[in-house]
């Protein structure tokens, strides 16, 4: 079972390695979902994520006081919109331009709603 847990940790740990250059996978989440499995699975796999110096501050900050620092907002939210501005003009049909274009606000919403650093 533990092999599992390390195996689950480490590929939620690429893609949200993956998602901080990508908008449309979700950082926080898949880190957070990588300290859960490494802390089930290896105890020197999450002490090397918790005492990693850009991603261990990211999760503690995270999980502690739930923040996501003003920078990290604006490089998303940049990110997310102009990801999603280009999709939906390549995009043919109109429901899923709008259907873009409603993901693109609810998320922006969700970004917002946490307190900044």
Do not use: Q
């Not at 990508?22 to 490494?38: E, G, I, M, N, Q």
């Not at 110096?53 to 923040?67: A, D, M, Q």
């Not at 998303?76 to 102009?82: E, F, Q």
């Amino acid at each position: 079972m533990k092999l599992l847990y390390i195996l689950l940790g480490t590929i939620s740990l690429i893609l949200g390695i993956i998602g901080i250059f990508l908008p449309v996978l979700p950082t926080t989440p898949l880190l957070l979902l990588t300290a859960f499995f490494y802390y089930r699975g290896s105890s020197r796999l999450y002490a090397w994520l918790m005492n990693h110096p850009k991603l261990g501050s990211y999760i503690r900050n995270f999980r502690e006081h739930k923040v996501i620092p003003r920078r990290v907002k604006v490089y998303i939210l940049t990110m997310l919109w102009a990801s999603l501005l280009y999709c939906t003009y390549i995009l043919d049909p109109i429901g899923l331009k709008c259907l873009m274009i409603a993901i693109a606000v609810g998320v922006t919403i969700h970004i917002l709603s946490y307190k900044s650093e």
